[in-house]
């Protein structure tokens, strides 16, 4: 009992990425290799923490079971990857501005599609299914694979060849410790949008709202507002933010191709139920663990790479069944 | 006409496949308390989630003032000055008991003189300003609830069993303040228990099976013994 309220003073649950951390330091056993693949888990998790922080709003305050949501991912990574192709000139430039500027013309185009994409997916797709999870699943999952075939119809089906900027290129070097510059900015892309997220959902009025939605919805409409239009700006943001992730995601990886968001829509997912439905901080957390399990569980043992995810969902469901940070337990 | 604030003409309700409301007609006039009485399942709730468009009239009519609220959106029907108490209260229990007021409030910012107010009706509003609303007691939750429902002027309350699972002091406490709020705002309200209804309402309707069974003054139905084994009865031998 005096152990459990310590640990919930000193942090509770936000601390398990740390934890993970120390834990596998000495199973690792060189500090150079966990340096680099904590380095590696956490831009990835903070990738993956784009992508999933949409879907868990959308989850939590819609109800939705957004199967398509990996679409948005897809095209966000293929336009950005269009994006920096056409812009090669300012990528190679020796301008640190020039090359920022081609990587944020792709990241905001990508944005900007998940915008516009988002707004025509939830009038067309999704608003016709509210409250009904099963054609929610069919029609979300008919319109991923449309998606995927519109991917393959316009950017054709061999892997596409995504450049990243020459500043984002190298790696730093901290004595036996080499770290990608790209995971770098990675990870403080994905802080940046935490914070600005967390300070819109805990310090205005627009966020005292979702965070009531995802409590209540009636209540919030007995209130006097129009919870539906709350949906569309929750659903456009959750795509935008989809197709960012997409984006970044498609840097990272440096070949793409139209199976990518079915690939990562897992992940996603597991993030979403580790981390708690309609919580931002549990995708933070959930996405964290999901990165760092991954990365640590290939360098140990290589043969359970692919189930390390599963598992990790496996063991935090058995602790915590609505997950680490849930805005909704019901 | 225009001394009713709100009029049911005849109003069908149908959740899924059950038919709950069977032409429920109601005048509630302007100002005081109007006590909706009647057993679990009659349709008391359903009464007052179809009159806040939370579900849908099938038939009939609801009139609020002047305005055809039948249709109306459940926020179009709050904005126009209609409060919802829900049986559950409604407490968004992760926002501190603050935000749950700020969200009440159509401006985000409080009226100073209704905020103290609230705060002398019911001082735990004050003295758990900054606390998460699920570390509430049962009883301070549903002064919350109320004080949402307050926190600007209202024209009418709607009020779903406040005194369920409720002890006896906070429910003598929850009178005094009804019969202050009512001093400015109509509440219709929904109960079962009868003492708590009879020492505040000044008009009362019985519904039965979805059915208004009698309308009248509280006083009238206070002193007829007979009148209140009949209706608040009714059920218990239709059913038998």
């Known amino acids: 009992m005096k152990t459990g309220m310590t640990l919930e003073r000193l942090g509770g649950v936000n601390l398990l990425p740390i934890a993970l951390m120390i834990v596998a330091l000495p199973l690792i056993g060189s500090f150079s290799s966990w340096a680099t693949l904590t380095v590696a888990g956490l831009a990835m998790g903070m990738m993956i923490f784009l992508m999933a922080s949409g879907l868990s709003l959308v989850f939590g305050l819609m109800d939705v079971l957004n199967f398509g949501h990996s679409a948005f991912i897809s095209f966000g990574a293929f336009i950005a990857a269009t994006v920096l192709a056409a812009l090669a000139a300012w990528m190679r430039a020796d301008s640190v501005t020039l090359n920022f500027l081609a990587l944020f013309a792709a990241i905001g185009a990508a944005a900007l599609f998940g915008l516009v994409a988002g707004w025509f997916f939830e009038r067309v797709i999704v608003r016709p299914v509210y409250r009904d999870h099963l054609r929610q699943i069919l029609i979300t999952i008919g319109a991923l694979i449309i998606a995927e075939q519109l991917l393959l119809a316009i950017w054709g089906g061999s892997p596409l060849p995504v450049a990243r900027p020459a500043i984002l290129e190298g790696s730093i070097i901290l004595g036996d410790v080499a770290i990608e510059v790209y995971r770098i900015f990675a990870f403080f892309l994905g802080l940046t949008v935490f914070v600005a997220l967390y300070l819109t959902l805990n310090r205005t009025r627009i966020g005292l709202l979702i965070r009531a939605g995802v409590e209540n919805r009636e209540m919030v409409e007995s209130l006097g507002f129009r919870i539906d239009r709350l949906f569309i700006a929750v659903f456009m943001a959750g795509s935008a933010l989809a197709a960012m992730g997409g984006a970044m995601w498609a840097g990272y990886q440096g070949l793409i191709s139209a199976s990518l968001g079915g690939e990562l829509l897992v992940l996603v997912f597991i993030v979403v139920i580790i981390g708690g439905l309609g919580s931002i901080e549990g995708s933070l957390l959930g996405a964290l663990m999901v990165g760092l399990m991954g990365n640590y569980v290939a360098f140990i043992f290589p043969k359970l790479a692919l189930a390390s995810n599963m598992l990790l969902m496996l063991a935090i469901l058995l602790w915590r069944p609505w997950g680490l940070r849930p805005a909704i337990t019901h | ?240």
Do not use: C
């Open chain 2, 1 to 240: 006409m225009s001394d009713y604030i709100l009029r049911l003409d005849d109003v069908h309700t149908d959740i899924g496949q059950y038919h709950i409301l069977h032409g429920v007609s109601l005048n509630v006039p302007e100002g005081g308390v109007y006590v909706l009485l009647g057993r679990n399942g009659a349709g008391k709730t359903t009464t007052l989630r179809t009159i806040m468009g939370l579900w849908r009239a099938r038939k009939g009519a609801i009139v609020f003032r002047h305005h055809d609220i039948t249709t109306l959106h459940t926020s179009a029907i709050a904005r126009l000055g209609i409060a919802y108490v829900p049986e559950n209260m409604g407490i968004f229990g992760r926002l501190t008991v603050e935000e749950n007021m700020r969200l009440a409030s159509t401006t985000g910012r409080f009226d100073e003189t209704r905020l103290k107010r609230i705060h002398a009706l019911f001082p735990a509003i004050e003295r758990f300003w900054d606390k998460p609303a699920w570390s509430l007691s049962g009883g301070q939750k549903q002064m919350l609830a109320i004080s949402r429902a307050i926190i600007e002027p209202r024209q009418l309350i709607l009020i779903d069993e406040p005194t369920k699972g409720l002890a006896p002091a906070i429910i003598r406490a929850m009178i005094d303040a009804f019969r202050e709020i009512a001093a400015d705002t109509t509440i219709l309200l929904v109960e079962q228990n009868f003492l708590f209804a009879r020492s505040l309402g000044s008009n009362v309707s019985v519904i039965d099976d979805g059915r208004i069974a009698h309308s009248g003054g509280m006083a009238e139905l206070a002193a007829d013994s007979a009148l209140q084994t009949r209706l608040l009865s009714l059920s218990l031998d239709a059913h038998q």
